[in-house]
């Protein structure tokens, strides 16, 4: 039995230190994926926003709050291991991440709190009709913008 | 006729060509201001001009760096434009006497403007979209300059450029102007009053081809390739194709990116197209539709050959 505990706890440890080695390595593809995975669900809300401010489907209050409010919680994530060093546009492949994200981190940080204000604004008004969408919306489009400008390598 | 004069004689009619040669560049290719009455008979609609003023862009440039959105724009210049020429300044053009355009008459602005020179004559590179601005009606020009004289004065001192050696010879620019500036449309029979309005924003005011459209060996703008995406002025990659060779979206689609930023997948837009869009933002529902319009009429052209 002694043995069988042993080997559990040794291939436990064997574990963390592959998932270890793992994190070391210059294989950043999961994180990249992580974080544009974390783009796409942003995209998906908006997308339900964006459609009822721009009158292409119909104004629901309810589906309205819901994506709003998945926005907030998307903003609120704490993103610390979708951004490990080493992995910008030049360093990893597929990836458009500026090397600025690294060299000025307030800066990136700021742009996510900015996001996460405008996400907390449109949820307060996404439910009481469209115009508290498409104001919301230009909130958005800012924030999301600002960090484009200056976090993303051009295509 | 003994050899010794006929070479003298020889010699001299050289000189007389090359003269008469230099003259006539001198001539051609000389700072030329719009005609003294140019403006005559306009006065200037400060209301319109903030529209022409957010149309043609010029916050985008000639505000300072990291300037705020809110508020009246304080055009202090100071942002630098890297380029394959070396790095542009913009200048200020606030309304300060000293540092800025205060003491400048309208016309010595219009031929800023339309004619890319300077109040003592000199050329601007054309970094300065004059060449776009050139196709603008004159009433816009004169309502822009009301708007730009009721803006706030700042008195930071306007840069010198930092160029390359070849490009500091403000008088090659006449030749550059020869080549490439031209008043005509590059679409010349607009199919719809709504595609002519289009033109007008996209051609004259907001110089979207400065960017969109790729350049030859000497910087003028390939007009065969018109809005078909080109490289960056700096920094890596592409500025994409926006006919619809390129561009897939729909007019509605084009006309919500330009108000709100976000494309038909919510991405929105990056680098300079931030700020681009912080101008068209500004413009009516109706503006924004017309140069949507004016793209999707467009040729399409491919991907470079």
């Known amino acids: ?155 | 006729m003994p050899p010794n004069r006929k070479s003298v004689m020889i010699l001299r009619l050289a000189i007389v060509v090359v003269l008469a040669l230099a003259g006539g560049a001198w001539f051609l290719t000389r700072p030329a201001p719009l005609a003294a009455d140019a403006l005559d008979g306009l006065i200037g609609d400060a209301a319109n001009g903030a529209v022409i003023f957010a149309a043609s862009g010029c916050a985008s440039c000639h505000t300072a760096p990291g300037a705020e959105d809110e508020g009246l724009p304080v055009l202090a210049g100071g942002r630098t434009f890297a380029s394959d020429y070396g790095t542009f300044m913009a200048p200020n053009i606030s309304s300060d006497p000293e540092a800025g355009i205060g003491r400048w008459t309208d016309l010595e602005l219009a031929s800023a403007i339309q004619s890319g020179v300077s109040p003592e004559g000199a050329h601007y590179y054309p970094a300065f979209p004059y060449t776009a601005y050139a196709k603008a009606a004159p009433q816009d020009i004169v309502d822009l300059i009301a708007y730009l004289r009721t803006l706030p004065a700042d008195a930071s001192p306007s840069l010198p450029h930092d160029l390359d050696l070849p490009f500091r010879f403000r008088a090659s620019l006449g030749g550059w102007k020869l080549l490439f500036a031209s008043t005509d449309w590059v679409v010349p029979d607009p199919v719809s009053p709504e595609v002519e309005r289009g033109r007008y924003l996209v051609e004259a005011l907001g110089h979207c081809a400065e960017c969109h459209t790729p350049r030859n060996a000497l910087g003028g703008l390939q007009r065969d390739r018109w809005m078909a995406g080109a490289p960056a002025a700096s920094g890596p990659g592409r500025v994409p194709n926006i006919t619809t060779g390129g561009l897939s979206w729909s007019v509605d689609e084009v006309a919500e990116y330009l108000k709100s930023g976000f494309t038909p997948e919510f991405d929105t837009a990056g680098g300079e197209m931030v700020e681009v869009i912080k101008n068209t933002r500004q413009l009516s529902d109706a503006d924004r539709l017309a140069i949507a319009s004016y793209l999707a009429a467009l040729p399409p052209l491919g991907p470079d050959s």
């Open chain 1, 1 to 155: 039995m002694m043995s069988i505990t042993k080997a559990f706890v040794l291939s436990l440890s064997g574990l963390a230190f592959a998932s270890l080695a793992h994190a070391q390595s210059a294989d950043h593809s999961g994180a990249i994926k992580a974080r544009q995975a974390h783009m796409t669900l942003y995209g998906t809300n908006l997308g339900v926003l964006g459609a009822m401010a721009q009158g292409n489907m119909p104004y629901d209050a309810e589906a309205a709050t819901v994506a709003a409010e998945s926005l907030v919680a998307l903003a609120g994530i704490d993103q610390r291991f979708y951004w490990p060093e080493g992995s910008a546009s030049g360093m990893a492949e597929g990836t458009r991440s500026m090397e600025a994200i690294w060299t000025d981190p307030e800066g990136f940080s700021a742009a996510q709190e900015a996001l996460l204000i405008a996400a907390t604004a449109m949820a307060a008004t996404a439910g009481t009709g469209v115009e508290g969408i498409q104001a919301g919306m230009q909130a958005m489009g800012g924030a999301c913008g600002a960090c484009h400008q200056n976090y993303r390598v051009r295509q």
